[in-house]
């Protein structure tokens, strides 16, 4: 059964710094990208960030570039994703997703306020 647990999230001021966890299991987790998305009230969801599975290639996307940081830790079975100097736009429910010819997996998403 493919479970992933969130962490990380909450409320941080403009220009502040926050680090999400998502730890999965139920699968080979080497074997799947991870990425992880967004999805601000009345927007679609964004893709953010990619990471192949040994972490050799990573990709972000124009929004966060330069900002947000995506690694993973394969003997923990968990992706991260760092984000700093945070703007009241990068509110959103924030989701991890593991991906493969095998199949594709989402988290339940954790919410990242970004106010003062």
């Known amino acids: 059964q493919v479970q992933f647990v969130e962490s990380g999230g909450g409320l941080v001021q403009p220009g502040g710094s926050l680090r999400l966890s998502c730890a999965a299991s139920?699968?080979?987790?080497?074997?799947?990208?991870m990425d992880w998305y967004r999805q601000a009230p009345g927007k679609d969801r964004e893709r953010l960030a990619r990471?192949?599975?040994?972490?050799?290639?990573?990709n972000y996307a124009d929004s966060v570039k330069g900002r947000f940081t995506i690694s993973r830790d394969n003997a923990k079975n968990t992706v991260y994703l760092q984000m700093n100097s945070l703007k009241p736009e990068d509110t959103a429910v924030y989701y991890c997703?593991?991906?493969?010819?095998?199949?594709?997996?989402w988290g339940q998403g954790i919410q990242v306020t970004v106010s003062s």
């Open positions: 139920g699968f080979t987790f080497s074997n799947y990208y």
């Open positions: 997703n593991a991906n493969s010819w095998a199949g594709v997996y």
């Open positions: 990471i192949s599975g040994f972490g050799v290639i990573t």
